[in-house]
Antibody
């Protein structure tokens, strides 16, 4: 069955760029039926949608993060990636990648990866 | 955009029913029939329970149901069970983006 796995550094310094990759296994990221997204959850807080990407490269971002976010896709590696620039402590969170199969329905999630922003 | 509004907490006894509300605006919840609900147990990834307001993914018990009226969506859990104790989040399509609710902690007494 389809699985998603996040990977990347668990510690990032303030003002630097957070970079994460989501590897899709058990299925193709190039399916025309799905978008792929990033969602984060600060410790003890709720979920926040960061953005989504289609296999063709079309992207949609959270307006509040848009100036700092870039999501890209590599269909040859069956991966999509997140870059968040100029990070602060407020960006400390568990970052999830997920498959979006309907307008607001994320049906398959990665296990999540904790990223701490600290010097 | 602002997060959708959910009650911080709700509770119920085993066997009872509880309803969690999710209030947005005409630009999100009220404007589209694309509301989803997620269950999250501590330390785990969220699990999709309801999508498109009232549809259940395969494997989700029919004790979970969703509805919408105006700018407010609701998740109802009937026949409460101990394992339903978790955090619940609503989510709505809002045009070119997606917005989540702040989350509701369900306690099974």
């Amino acid at each position: 069955q389809l699985q998603l796995q996040e990977s990347g550094p668990g510690l990032v310094k303030p003002s630097e760029t957070l970079s994460l990759t989501c590897t899709v296994s058990g299925g193709s990221i190039s399916s025309s039926s799905y978008y792929w997204g990033w969602i984060r959850q600060p410790p003890g807080k709720g979920l926040e949608w960061i953005g989504s990407i289609y296999y063709s490269g079309s992207t949609y971002y959270n307006p509040s993060l848009k100036s700092r976010v870039t999501i890209s896709v590599d269909t040859s590696k069956n991966q999509f990636s997140l870059k968040l620039s100029s990070v602060t402590a407020a960006d400390t969170a568990v970052y999830y990648c997920a498959r979006r199969f309907a307008r607001a329905a994320f049906d398959i999630w990665g296990q999540g990866t904790m990223v701490t922003v600290s010097s | 955009q602002s997060a959708l509004t959910q009650p911080r907490s709700v509770s119920g006894s085993p066997g009872q029913s509880v309803t969690i509300s999710c209030t947005g605006t005409s630009s999100d919840v009220g404007g589209y029939n694309y509301v989803s609900w997620y269950q999250q147990h501590p330390g785990k990834a969220p699990k999709l329970m309801i999508y498109d307001v009232s549809k259940r993914p395969s494997g989700v018990p029919d004790r979970f149901s969703g509805s919408k009226s105006g700018n407010t969506a609701s998740l109802t859990i009937s026949g409460l069970q101990a394992e339903d104790e978790a955090d619940y989040y609503c989510c709505s399509y809002a045009g070119s983006y997606v917005v989540f609710g702040g989350g509701t902690k369900l306690t099974v007494l």
